[in-house]
């Protein structure tokens, strides 16, 4: 019984309620021949001299008269019970010996009356009930197989997918999408249902990733509002150190100088900031352009300019791992441009040597860039409060670089893991999915 259940709910809708209909059908005739059927013996019942039929017999005597007898019987018994009737009777009613001629006898039979008409009426009552149930109660039984058939189709098709999508649009609505949807059918609900978790799904994510990006827009909003404090006391600063002492001209030209040139530097750090921000914002406009180029030599070329740029550098570029010689589909443009940062962030830090491994496990590249200087503060490590982070041994250096790797890889479906290694150095390493 199972296993039916089972098959009739992978059916399509179509054959599911051509399958109704017929298993439908099939009860009400079964039920409707067994009402007819059981009327019918029940009416014989009631008639149980039915074959009921009048024999009638006419003769004449020896002596001239005529004898006629008529008597009632069932067809099917051997002979009438009563043959009176062979016996000649005188004026009187007196019975003769008298002999008949058989030649002169004639025999008929006539069907009794219908047997209705001998009925009792409560018998009669019944009789007649059976002539109506006979037509009423198939009908009524084809009006409860049509609402049986459409409850049956839609309980058994309709009203879990139904409800279950109701449920999910419900939640959806409610911005709630903390739920999967689960129908084990084939049929086109099912596929529906799965469709719809699919939907569900995607909008999970890209809700998670809304999320995600609105969290870093904040932090990176609330790390610009951080750094800006720096220049904008410094300039605030001068500034009312200079309306304090010009009125009184108690001001050297060399101080007066330096100053302004403290000033300017300020101003010159603010400008940065604001340049950082312009060109982080215009990430979000680039577009992927994945081409299909070969591991091995991607990796290759991409080694031969990163040594170049470290040798300029007057530094020393290592590079362990392999990728085999296989065709992968990525952006070069962004894959370079994340690697670049990468290493001149190394570049700054590194006392003299830089890593580059690389790897390839299943559809995702992976490779680290590692240096051997004083490794990435803990604040940045934790990156819950700021992305972007000032140096001021830097020139004003406020970190881009990170941050523009972490959103051009999470562009591209990846990540940026930033660690610290031992004894000391910073490692960086990207993954991006092919």
Request: net charge negative; proline share 4%.
């Amino acid at each position: 019984m199972g296993r039916l259940k089972a098959r009739y709910r992978d059916l399509n809708l179509r054959q599911s309620f051509v399958v109704t209909v017929a298993v439908t059908f099939g009860i009400v005739v079964l039920l409707s021949l067994a009402v007819i059927w059981g009327c019918t013996a029940l009416k014989q019942w009631l008639l149980p001299e039915s074959n009921a039929v009048y024999l009638s017999l006419e003769a004449n005597t020896a002596s001239g008269k005529t004898v006629a007898y008529t008597i009632r019987f069932v067809l099917g018994e051997d002979k009438p019970s009563d043959l009176n009737f062979l016996t000649a009777l005188d004026g009187d009613g007196n019975p003769v010996p008298d002999l008949l001629d058989p030649a002169s006898m004639v025999a008929s039979i006539k069907r009794a009356e219908s047997g209705f008409t001998l009925l009792t009426p409560k018998r009669k009552l019944l009789y007649q009930a059976c002539d109506v149930a006979m037509v009423a109660v198939p009908v009524l039984i084809s009006i409860g197989g049509v609402l049986l058939c459409g409850y049956t189709f839609y309980r058994r098709k309709l009203e879990e997918p139904l409800r279950i999508l109701s449920q999910a649009t419900a939640q959806i609505a409610a911005q709630d999408l903390d739920f999967s949807l689960d129908y084990a059918s084939r049929d086109e609900l099912g596929q529906l249902c799965a469709s719809f978790e699919q939907m569900r799904q995607a909008l999970e994510e890209n809700s998670r990733a809304m999320w995600k990006m609105l969290e870093e827009r904040k932090l990176l909003q609330a790390s610009i509002a951080h750094d800006l404090r720096n220049p904008i006391a410094i300039i605030a600063g001068y500034a009312e150190y200079l309306q304090l002492h010009l009125p009184k001209r108690d001001l050297s030209s060399e101080k007066a100088e330096e100053t302004v040139s403290n000033i300017a530097k300020a101003a010159r750090r603010l400008e940065q900031y604001t340049e950082s921000v312009r060109a982080i914002n215009q990430l979000d406009e680039i577009e992927l352009h994945p081409t299909e180029v070969s591991a091995a030599a991607l990796m290759a070329d991409l080694t031969a300019d990163l040594s170049r740029m470290a040798a300029d550098a007057g530094k020393a570029l290592q590079t362990t791992g392999s990728v085999p010689d296989t065709l992968i589909r990525v952006d070069t443009a962004i894959l370079y441009r994340v690697l670049e940062n990468l290493l001149n962030n190394a570049l700054r830090f590194a006392q003299g040597q830089i890593q580059l491994s690389c790897a390839l496990q299943g559809n995702v590249l992976s490779i680290t860039v590692s240096d051997d200087g004083p490794g990435y503060p803990e604040e940045i490590l934790s990156g819950k409060t700021r992305l972007l982070h000032s140096s001021p041994d830097e020139n004003g250096h406020c970190g881009m670089g990170l941050t523009v790797c972490r959103i051009l890889c999470q562009k591209h479906g990846g990540s940026l893991e930033l660690s610290n290694r031992a004894p000391h150095g910073a490692s960086a390493k990207i993954l991006f999915p092919l």
